[in-house]
T-cell receptor, first 116, second 119 residues
């Protein structure tokens, strides 16, 4: 079974600063996807970024980038130039690629507060 | 492109009552998921459909929860009878997975969720 651990329950960052959210996972799979989702108070889960495990290059999406360390099973999210709209819960999630089932296994989340 | 639609957004019921949630996935998405998110936790998969067939329902409490996706599009999730511990947000998601091709996965897109409170 896969597990996803987010060790930072809450974080705070000032507007325009950079913040890094941590995520580690445990799996015996070799091929998988990793995701970061954002959940604002509206509750809708919004995809932030996706990383395929077979790709060595770290994924980037505008102000969001990841540091994917496959050997260490680490997948951190860096948010640059933080904006007030980035305030939300952030969930790290794992999806294995074998078999027909494709459930996401989520961590417990990190609550990010962006302040003025 | 319209996103995943869910209704209702909020529901309050007494324990032992029944409740049903509805989900309409993104057009063309073959795979549909129902997740349960208890306060303070990440979502947990209840059931996965591919078209109108069940792929994974190992975490669905089948004595009280049921789900169907009759025509391979809309889906309903029902709880009967509800317990206090069923209070949670129920999220529906869909993905453009290729049916029958194991290993071909895709990103899941989520609806706004239904917040259920059982009193």
């Amino acid at each position: 079974a896969q597990t996803v651990t987010q060790s930072q329950p809450e974080m705070s960052v000032q507007e325009a600063e950079t913040v890094t959210l941590s995520c580690t996972y445990d799996t015996s799979e070799n091929n998988y996807y990793l995701f970061w989702y954002k959940q604002p108070p509206s509750r809708q889960m919004i995809l932030v970024i996706r990383q395929e495990a077979y790709k060595q290059q770290n994924a980037t999406e505008n102000r969001f980038s990841v540091n994917f360390q496959k050997a260490a099973k680490s997948f951190s999210l860096k948010i640059s130039d933080s904006q007030l709209g980035d305030t939300a819960m952030y969930f790290c999630a794992f999806m294995k690629l074998t078999g027909t089932a494709s459930k996401l296994t989520f961590g417990t989340g990190t609550r990010l507060q962006v302040t003025l | 492109e319209a996103g995943v639609a869910q209704s209702p957004r909020y529901k309050i019921i007494e324990k032992r009552q029944s409740v049903a949630f509805w989900c309409n996935p993104i057009s063309g998405h073959a795979t549909l998921y129902w997740y349960q998110q208890i306060l303070g936790q990440g979502p947990k998969l209840l059931i996965q459909f591919q078209n109108n067939g069940v792929v994974d329902d190992s975490q669905l409490p089948k004595d009280r929860f049921s789900a169907e996706r009759l025509k391979g599009v809309d889906s309903t999730l029902k709880i009967q009878p509800a317990k206090l511990e069923d209070s949670a947000v129920y999220l529906c998601a869909s993905s453009l997975e290729v049916p029958g091709l194991a290993g071909v996965k895709d990103t899941q897109y989520f609806g706004p969720g239904t917040r259920l409170t059982v009193l």
